[in-house]
């Protein structure tokens, strides 16, 4: 791998890394009470399993990715990154999908089942929420480029060779 090349896919590591601890920073940060009438009632993300899924997801690519960044280049290891950059890229889509589906209830509610939106009620909580859900997905978009950098990188000399 060339300098330039090295230094590009360190970078992207490293937005990568970037946007998946943000995405952890700002939902563990994301609590906010609200009263309705005489009831109290506190929104955070431990509240529901999706969210927490969502945080101990991007926290596991958060710690993956602190290590690879001090991978170094010569390593054989990075035949095993390439599966597990694979992995933990359908790790972070599944996370974002579920948390995104209890986003979605919270902002817009559910008729059919009588749940109430509770966005009016509590706005911090839910910006937070938004903010962690694009940071993530910004990962997720970061994280999908190195798997088909790295993935081009390990096939290509196999298929270029010729027998």
Not at 8 to 26: D, E, G, N, P
Not at 96 to 104: E, G, K, R
Request: contains cysteine.
């Amino acid at each position: 791998m060339t300098k330039a090349s090295r230094i590009c896919h360190l970078l992207l590591r490293f937005l990568a890394f970037s946007a998946t601890l943000s995405a952890v920073i700002v939902m563990v940060s994301s609590h906010e009470k609200a009263t309705f009438f005489t009831v109290s009632f506190e929104a955070k993300y431990t509240n529901s399993p999706s969210f927490k899924y969502f945080v101990i997801a991007n926290s596991v690519v958060t710690v993956y990715g602190f290590f690879i960044l001090f991978l170094p280049a010569e390593s054989l290891l990075w035949r095993l990154v390439v599966a597990t950059d694979m992995v933990l890229t359908m790790l972070l889509i599944s996370s974002i999908s579920a948390a995104l589906a209890i986003a979605q209830v919270a902002k817009q509610g559910n008729n059919y089942a009588a749940w109430l939106p509770i966005c009016n009620s509590v706005p911090k909580f839910c910006n937070h929420t938004t903010g962690a859900l694009i940071a993530s997905f910004i990962g997720v978009i970061i994280y999908m480029i190195l798997l088909l950098h790295s993935i081009h990188r390990v096939l290509d000399p196999l298929l270029l060779r010729k027998t």
